[in-house]
């Protein structure tokens, strides 16, 4: 069984920075594409990063593209998002997830994903 533990987030003021760990447990996170979505209140879980399999690869929503960073350590089984210049729409429930084959391209939508953490909460104030 596939578990994805998060950690990170909490609360930060408007142009600070925050960081989120996705952690894999059960199956290596290594050769696995993986994602990154958030949900603000009252709205759908939309996509925010992905990065491919090898790490190569990494694509970005345009609302964060240049101030979210997506990469990955398979040593450690662990994916690493760092959030800068963070404003207040920013936010949100944060989500890692998984694709369930291997070596499968990156993804965007929610529905090519089958595992997903807990999720982090992150806010910034005004």
């Known amino acids: 069984q596939v578990q994805l533990v998060e950690s990170g987030g909490g609360l930060v003021q408007a142009g600070g920075s925050l960081s989120l760990s996705c952690a894999a447990s059960?199956?290596?996170?290594?050769?696995?594409?993986m994602g990154w979505f958030r949900q603000a209140p009252g709205k759908e879980r939309e996509f925010v990063a992905t990065?491919?399999?090898?790490?190569?690869?990494?694509y970005y929503a345009d609302s964060v593209k240049g101030r979210f960073t997506i990469s990955r350590d398979d040593a450690k089984n662990t994916v690493y998002r760092q959030m800068n210049r963070l404003k207040p729409e920013d936010t949100a429930v944060y989500y890692c997830?998984?694709?369930?084959?291997?070596?499968?391209?990156?993804?965007?939508?929610?529905?090519?994903?089958?595992?997903w953490g807990q999720g982090a909460q992150v806010t910034v104030s005004s």
């Open positions: 997830a998984q694709r369930p084959r291997l070596w499968s391209n990156i993804a965007t939508t929610r529905g090519e994903y089958d595992y």
């Open positions: 059960g199956r290596t996170s290594s050769n696995y594409a």
């Open positions: 990065i491919s399999w090898s790490g190569a690869i990494t």
